[in-house]
């Protein structure tokens, strides 16, 4: 398994890590008599385990530049403050994946790309008012989620 996941994560020291989670995750469960392949079951936990840390890495780098962009060249943030943020946008995005896909794609092309309401419109085909409802539904729906809000 060390070697399969030397290859794919391209660091040994990466690879061990995920490794000992593996098999740490394997440790946790009850019950593990119930698993007929465990070859297989065991394969499967290391392959999301890294799909999550390439993920994870992802985000790393794209915080980074953004930092990098947004400060220009001032000192780059602590390992504290990279984890902090990396934490934030897997929420972010966990946040912003429950909702419909035209309302998300709707938030993130009006708050993140900057793209117009009308411009939105066109490509979904809608109107630009119907554009302005998802937007708020996305609103609403961050706000209710961040606030604790019951549905």
């Not at 440790?27 to 799909?51: F, G, K, M, N």
């Not at 092309?109 to 066109?122: F, L, Q």
Request: glycine share 4%.
């Amino acid at each position: 398994m060390l070697n399969w996941l030397t290859g794919r994560a391209e660091c040994h020291a990466r690879a061990s890590d995920l490794v000992q989670e593996t098999f740490c995750r394997l440790a946790a469960q009850s019950d593990l008599a119930l698993h007929s392949h465990p070859r297989r079951y065991l394969a499967t936990v290391a392959r999301r385990l890294l799909i999550d840390d390439v993920r994870r890495q992802t985000s790393e780098r794209c915080f980074l530049e953004a930092f990098a962009l947004h400060t220009g060249n001032a000192a780059q943030p602590g390992p504290d403050r990279i984890a902090q943020a990396v934490q934030e946008l897997a929420a972010l995005a966990e946040l912003l994946g429950a909702l419909p896909e035209r309302v998300r794609r709707a938030f993130l092309m009006s708050r993140v790309d900057g793209i117009p309401y009308a411009e939105i419109g066109a490509e979904f085909g809608v109107s630009v008012s119907m554009v302005k409802q998802y937007v708020a539904r996305a609103f609403a729906h961050c706000y209710l989620v961040t606030h604790e809000c019951p549905d």
